[in-house]
């Protein structure tokens, strides 16, 4: 089966590129495929996360387990994209470059037939250029939070003033 999936640059000019991909290729060979897309290097850390329907992030899909001794993450050389990205969870987010923080929407549009003599993956649409800089995020605090009123009473806050 071939995939049809469009890659989104979390930006607010539009930057996509669609894509064919097999889908049972790993999420390593759709992240070098994302990154020559795009026109990275490919040489920098990064991670799938699935999510919901609302783009809420959930499990992170890491490209090398970073820890000291080991952990849980699941990493992208040991899942195939067919066992993360289906019909009814057609969406992943992406994250390029952690210095920078590359994001990016990933989104399921078709299963179609392999062609025979195609190669794949196989950019299919390209639209936008990619920026110098990835595009500055915007934060927003909580409306509700109230500033000035912080750490007045220093007895709620659970701890020994004198610990050391």
Not at 8 to 23: G, H, V
Not at 87 to 111: C, G, H, Q, R, S
Request: net charge negative.
């Amino acid at each position: 089966m071939i995939y049809k999936i469009r890659i989104i640059l979390d930006a607010e000019e539009d930057i996509f590129r669609d894509m064919e991909i097999e889908a049972s290729n790993s999420l390593e060979e759709f992240h070098n495929a994302i990154t020559q897309a795009f026109g990275f290097l490919g040489n920098e850390m990064a991670s799938f996360y699935t999510c919901d329907a609302e783009w809420n992030q959930d499990e992170e899909i890491a490209l090398f387990d970073m820890s000291e001794n080991g952990s849980n993450v699941r990493l992208m050389n040991e899942i195939k994209l067919e066992d993360i990205i289906t019909t009814n969870t057609p969406k992943l987010l992406y994250v390029y470059d952690f210095l920078n923080m590359w994001a990016f929407f990933i989104e399921l549009a078709d299963v179609v037939e392999k062609e025979d003599g195609k190669a794949y993956p196989n950019i299919i649409f390209s639209f936008g250029e990619l920026p110098d800089a990835p595009p500055e995020k915007k934060f927003e605090a909580d409306p509700s939070f109230d500033f000035d009123n912080t750490l007045d009473n220093y007895d709620d806050l659970d701890f020994d003033e004198n610990w050391n």
